[in-house]
């Protein structure tokens, strides 16, 4: 009897370490602090709203690639988009100047936790992580996203989700484009 009792005990035991094992390897995994995310969300989900959000993707995308393309590692690349949060600002209000809206802009860079993106096989796991968030209006719309450190972006987004998205490297061929074109002039 004793040793059925023990034996109850030990699997007991083993159990619950073998979860606090699995707990605690989970969690470190939540901790995604080697990229930097950008999100560029729209104030709301109105099209025009949708359709200006775009274009201050292409100013943002623009002003960053020459800036990116003479980082070499992670901190390089986070203290550089932690300085251009100013510059950052005021392209996007003149942006949505020149378009006909009247709503500001909020630009931060912070740890945040985003839900599991798995595209055409691509997984970007559920985690923390480093973000620089610029928020037109209320941004409460639909937003656009990247990964500016490494430099991956998701192109190809529909109206109704991302089933249609595939993954590609835009900004690192818009650095590798704008390096060319340096290097010829």
Request: proline content about 3%.
């Amino acid at each position: 009897m004793k040793e059925k009792i023990m034996y109850s005990v030990l699997a007991v035991f083993c159990i619950i370490l073998i979860f606090l094992v699995n707990f605690t390897i989970k969690g470190s995994e939540s901790q995604n602090i080697d990229y930097i995310r950008l999100h560029i969300r729209a104030n709301s989900n109105d099209q025009n709203d949708q359709n200006v959000k775009y274009k201050v993707k292409e100013a943002v995308v623009s002003y960053l690639t020459p800036k990116l393309a003479k980082c070499n590692d992670f901190e390089d690349v986070f203290k550089t988009v932690d300085e251009a949060k100013p510059d950052l600002e005021r392209i996007c209000k003149g942006e949505l100047r020149e378009h006909g809206f009247v709503y500001g802009v909020t630009v931060s860079l912070h740890e945040e936790y985003f839900p599991a993106r798995n595209y055409d096989g691509y997984v970007l796991d559920e985690g923390i992580y480093n973000a620089l968030i610029i928020s037109l209006g209320t941004g409460h719309g639909d937003n656009w996203w990247c990964v500016i450190y490494p430099p991956l972006c998701f192109i190809g987004a529909d109206d109704k989700g991302y089933d249609s998205i595939k993954y590609k490297s835009k900004i690192y061929e818009l650095i590798q484009q704008w390096t060319k074109e340096k290097n010829k002039n």
